[in-house]
């Protein structure tokens, strides 16, 4: 149980394109989702608060109009990256909330913009 | 304000070899605990976790983990290493209604 899947894993494009990050949880319903941004060989740092049918909480520094969140169902969170630029490459990871504030992680999605 | 510190950026043991990561945590209360493990271009998965109770938690993997509320540690253990065990590995803490606040890891590699 408490699987959580990212779509897509992979996606390169080009520069001032969009590209959607899909965030699921297959068999739980997850109030909150996180999203996270990881750079090589860093640790994880907190993007935005996705809650369920709210507007999304961002972290200090993330720009909410490049990073548009959408938390439409207890199962889905999707983030889109607006207008990409090459510095937004990185990996993208989610996670849910699943009871007594234990979070699991999606398997990340790599965004290359050339 | 909750903080993480691993002190290991990297570790190599032996395989067959004891294991522990380090952990120490800052929060005025008791934290919520945690351990994640991730594979290179992988998410993390979670070894376990700490909210109440028996100090001593078990793990996935044959981890464990010791809750020292004196030295505000939550060290890693496993007692033999395996090769597949080489990752990067990351310690966590949360508190009700925040999101997590990850230690920078420690990165494990196992020699033959």
């Known amino acids: 149980g408490a699987v959580v899947s990212q779509h897509p894993s992979w996606v390169i494009c080009k520069s001032g394109t969009s590209v959607k990050i899909e965030c699921r949880s297959l068999d739980f319903q997850a109030t909150t989702m996180f999203w996270y941004r990881q750079f090589p060989k860093q640790s994880l740092m907190l993007m935005a608060t996705?809650?369920?049918?709210?507007?999304?909480?961002?972290e200090q520094g993330v720009e909410k109009d490049k990073f548009l969140i959408n938390h439409a169902s207890l199962t889905l969170s999707t983030l889109t990256v607006t207008s990409a630029h090459p510095e937004d490459s990185s990996f993208y990871i989610c996670?849910?909330?699943?009871?007594?504030?234990?979070?699991?992680f999606g398997p990340g999605t790599r965004l290359l913009v050339l | 304000a909750q903080s993480v510190t691993q002190p290991d950026i990297h570790i190599t043991v032996s395989e067959g070899a004891s294991l522990e990561l380090r952990c120490n945590y800052s929060y005025g209360a008791t934290p919520y605990l945690f351990w994640y493990v991730q594979s290179p271009g992988q998410g993390l998965q979670l070894l376990l976790k700490y909210f109440s109770g028996d100090t001593l938690v078990q793990g996935i993997k044959g981890f464990e983990a010791e809750f020292k509320r004196s030295q505000s540690s939550f060290n890693l253990r496993k007692p033999s290493v395996h090769w597949s065990d080489a990752a990067e590995y990351f310690c966590?803490?949360?508190?009700?209604?925040?999101?997590?606040?990850f230690g920078k890891g420690t990165s494990l590699l196992v020699t033959p």
């Open positions: 996670s849910a909330r699943y009871r007594k504030e234990t979070q699991y």
């Open positions: 996705s809650n369920e049918g709210s507007k999304a909480t961002y």
């Open positions: 966590a803490v949360g508190a009700s209604g925040y999101a997590l606040n």
